[in-house]
Structure formats: C-alpha cells, structure tokens
C-alpha cells in the first residue's frame, strides 16, 4: 500500500462540536476508504484477511463517547480499550504503566528464581545470564515506552538494583538500563533521520533548519538536528 494514513490533530480548546463531528466522520470514512484498498489488494493477491479478528483502538485523551465505527469486510470493527502488537499493549490514552509493570514482574521472578542458584555460578557467569535472560524482557519495545513517567519506569530500576546487588562485582561492566533506552530511541530516530526504514516512516521527519545566517544560538547545534 503507497497510502498512509495521516489525521490532523485538533488541540484547540475552543473547537466547536461540529468541527470535531466533520473531522470525526471524515476520519472514518477515510479509514473505510484505506481497508477498502486494503481488501482488494487481498483479493487481487489470492490473500485472505479475517475481519472479525480485526482490532481497532482509538487514540484520544477525551472521555466522551466515539459513535462512529470503521467497517471492514461488511464487519462493524468495535473499539477496544487497547490493542495486542507483537507482545505490547498499547492503550488508547497511550499509557504503558500496566505493560512496564507487568514486564517488571516477569524479570523479578526469573531473577528470583537466578538468586536461589546463585552459589553455583560466578559474578561473571550470573552477569552473563542477566544479560541473556532477563534484561531483554525488561527493554522490550523500549524505544516506544521509555518515555514513560519516572514512577512508572522505578519498577524497572528496582529489579536493576536487585541485579547489582545479587552479581556483588562493581568491576563488571554494566550498563544501566536508562541509558540503553536511550541508545534504542537513538538508534531508532538514526534510521528513521537517513531514511533506512519504510518510505513513508521516512518523510514523517522534517528535514534539517538551513540557516542563512550563524548566530550564537545556532552555532553550537548539531548538524543533524530537528525541528518539531
């Protein structure tokens, strides 16, 4: 598919009711419009897709009713409160409180169960599980929730300290989880900025400020900076 769908964001506190209804039904009708395409490619291709499998989330921080409904398949898609993706619950107002936490008890009980055979193994050896069993349940998607609010991600930076404690080597090396959250977000900004992702992910980022003339404040900025 070379269409992707792009909506515009209406933040104004003062839009009227029937500007939100246009935009809504247009939404919507823009959406039946692209899984419309998207079933007559499946057609085309001899590819066969289940409509009531279909999963549909809408994103928004009002609290008000959504009454209108994409259609896929002659299929009314119902809104559910989240969506399931390779593993992540993504809720409609965006908040991965519940999937940290849920991730964090996942690493607790797998390092509780590296603590009862701990004497069996050295600190280089129990860091060497750490890293292999049970860091990469705690980075999972990192890149999507790291943004998440302090006290959401303090789970993870307990079960950290937990590791750090239970290794008992300060001369082994490593590496915290906050900054290899943000190595991922850059890695994945890095690739999205030099277009070595999809085409359409690509030209979602604005190009790089050209300006004509240097000032101090645009002297020490960095070449690859972008404005939002």
């Not at 009531?52 to 259609?71: M, Y």
């Not at 409609?92 to 797998?110: D, H, P, T, Y």
Request: hydrophobic share 40%; with cysteine.
């Amino acid at each position: 598919m070379q269409e992707s769908v792009i909506e515009r964001y209406l933040s104004g506190g003062r839009t009227s009711r029937d500007l939100v209804k246009l935009e809504s039904e247009a939404m919507v009708d823009h959406t039946n419009r692209t899984l419309e395409a998207v079933s007559s490619w499946g057609q085309a291709n001899l590819v066969r897709f289940n409509a009531t499998k279909t999963q549909t989330c809408l994103f928004t921080a009002k609290r008000s009713e959504f009454t209108l409904a994409p259609t896929f398949q002659n299929v009314s898609l119902e809104f559910n409160d989240c969506l399931q993706l390779l593993g992540v619950q993504i809720s409609s107002n965006l908040n991965f409180g519940q999937f940290i936490e849920s991730k964090a008890m996942v690493a607790a009980r797998k390092l509780g169960i590296l603590s009862k055979v701990r004497r069996y193994f050295t600190p280089g050896q129990l860091l060497t599980l750490y890293k292999a069993q049970i860091r990469p349940c705690m980075e999972y998607f990192c890149h999507i929730w790291a943004g998440a609010a302090k006290y959401q991600l303090a789970a993870l930076d307990s079960v950290e300290k937990r590791v750090k404690k239970l290794i008992g080597d300060q001369d082994l090396n490593l590496v915290s989880l906050e900054h290899r959250r943000k190595v991922a977000r850059l890695s994945v900004f890095y690739r999205l900025h030099f277009g070595e992702c999809a085409q359409e992910l690509h030209e979602l980022i604005p190009p790089s400020p050209f300006y004509h003339r240097t000032f101090r404040h645009t002297a020490g900025i960095h070449p690859f900076v972008v404005e939002f």
